[in-house]
């Protein structure tokens, strides 16, 4: 598993689900006690608030540490990471932008997932702390074909 792709491809999409989660927490907490509304009372809503809150923060630990990882790599690999997974930019495009071959896409893509990857463990986030904070969510692990 390429987790450190994974991890990359999701970074936003975790940061709008700590927005979502912000809103609902919102809700909740403007949302006035009513026996009706709240299965626990006051003392659920004040749980509920609580998952909500804990659900921001995971997600934004998430993003933070990808968008510090990547603050971490060169700034042409940083570039090329981003052009392809986030924006996606065809590879072929991006030789041809650059007027280079296509195997030197590759290799240089290569050299930046490893620098991306290595950043991450030196964050202390490597496969096994990905499974075990992150393992039960379903990501978008493979990106679509066109």
């Known amino acids: 598993m390429n ?3 994974i991890m990359l491809r999701n970074a936003l999409r975790m940061k709008r689900c700590a927005e979502k989660f912000r809103e609902e927490m919102e809700h909740i ?3 006035s006690y009513n ?3 709240w299965r626990d009372g006051t003392m659920g809503q004040i749980e509920a608030m609580a998952e909500a809150r804990d659900r921001i923060e995971k997600c ?3 993003y933070e540490i990808v968008k510090n990882a990547l603050l971490v790599l060169p700034k042409g690999y940083r ?3 981003v052009a392809v997974y986030l ?3 065809d590879k072929k495009v991006l030789a041809k932008r650059f007027d280079i071959s296509l195997s030197t896409v590759y290799r240089k893509l290569c050299r930046a997932r490893n620098s991306l990857s290595n950043a991450l ?3 202390g986030c490597d496969e096994e702390w990905f499974l075990a904070n992150y393992g039960d969510y ?3 692990e493979r990106m679509p074909r066109r």
């Open 121 to 123: 463990k030196g964050m």
């Open 29 to 31: 907490a403007l949302t």
């Open 138 to 140: 379903e990501f978008e």
């Open 3 to 5: 987790y450190e792709l």
């Open 35 to 37: 026996t009706w509304n």
């Open 79 to 81: 570039a090329l990471l």
């Open 87 to 89: 924006k996606k930019i």
């Open 60 to 62: 934004m630990r998430f």
